[in-house]
């Protein structure tokens, strides 16, 4: 019988609350207990695991097990917490007491409630979390008034030929990026190489390639790109721009077998971080964390601001 609309809304907002707690699925040489697929491997919910982007994956795993194993549900969530808290004190990144109490009063309206992480001693143990203090707090509201200047500017695009559309995006994104701070660099070549430009975020280099084009990017520019990156100091990493998004096919090849450097940004994104859905180095941040993660270098920033 399907989960009724509210009982599919709490599950929602569990899986979103439970993202960061393990990888969607281990890298093929870290311990595969430590992931979301692995609890479900063991728990016999492996069918109820689709694989593919994260958070739907969590989701269908929580909505499927609740339907079909009730006997299991509470089961999983402990299972991802106990693991959880140890994958996230290894990050850096302690489980705090408002998330386990905010996730006690989601499970009460899917009618469990689970004695262990109710437990006083348990959350006596749990650092609280506190509003972390903005350094430079007029820095960090990012040049508002040139926002609505990019927003114009960035939908004025389409309007141009291709040729001149080029030399224009790539205009944009020099101004997109001084916007936030991120020190950007002009388009440059290095020995036969182009390089559309670069940024600095967090005390690192990152190169971008940037490209407007009429199909997705596939696995063959993503090589390309990748061998560029590779190629520079062990320190470099990479941003690829998009701006017709990439192919699932080419996606998810790049992310098997190899390690990465890079992180993906398409249109849709920048439309969201102009529209302030997300800050931009806020999104350069959590993308470069769940590639780190999960191998994944395109989550779209509506994912990541869920």
Not at 38 to 56: D, T
Not at 251 to 259: C, D, I, K, M, N
Request: net charge neutral; glycine share 6%; proline share 4%.
């Amino acid at each position: 019988m399907p989960l009724s609309l509210q009982k599919t809304n709490s599950i929602a907002e569990i899986s979103s609350l439970l993202y960061n707690f393990l990888p969607g699925q281990a890298h093929p040489r870290a311990d595969q207990r430590i992931s979301f697929q692995g609890i479900a491997n063991e728990l016999g919910l492996c069918h109820f695991w689709p694989g593919g982007s994260k958070l739907p994956a969590i989701t269908s795993l929580l909505e499927k097990t609740l339907e079909n194993r009730s006997d299991l549900f509470c089961s999983l969530i402990l299972e991802i917490i106990r693991r959880g808290i140890k994958y996230r004190n290894s990050k850096g990144d302690p489980v705090n007491r408002e998330e386990i109490q905010k996730l006690n009063n989601l499970i009460l309206k899917v009618e469990f409630k689970i004695p262990e992480l109710w437990d006083s001693s348990f959350l006596e143990t749990l650092i609280s979390c506190k509003p972390k203090e903005i350094d430079n707090k007029e820095k960090k509201k990012t040049n508002a008034a040139e926002i609505p200047k990019l927003c114009k500017d960035f939908l004025s695009l389409e309007k141009l030929s291709p040729q001149e559309r080029g030399f224009a995006f790539e205009r944009f994104l020099r101004e997109f990026f001084k916007a936030f701070d991120l020190n950007p660099r002009a388009s440059f070549r290095n020995q036969g190489e182009q390089i559309d430009g670069s940024l600095e975020f967090e005390n690192v280099t990152y190169l971008m390639e940037a490209k407007w084009q009429s199909k997705p990017v596939g696995l063959e520019d993503l090589l390309v790109f990748y061998g560029k990156v590779e190629g520079k100091a062990t320190w470099s990493r990479g941003i690829f721009i998009s701006m017709s998004g990439f192919t699932e096919d080419g996606l998810t090849a790049f992310s098997h077998g190899r390690p990465t450097n890079i992180i993906a940004i398409n249109g849709q994104d920048i439309y969201f971080i102009l529209e302030g859905k997300m800050r931009l180095d806020d999104a350069i941040r959590l993308k470069s964390r769940r590639a780190a993660e999960t191998g994944e270098i395109l989550v779209s920033v509506y994912e990541l601001a869920l």
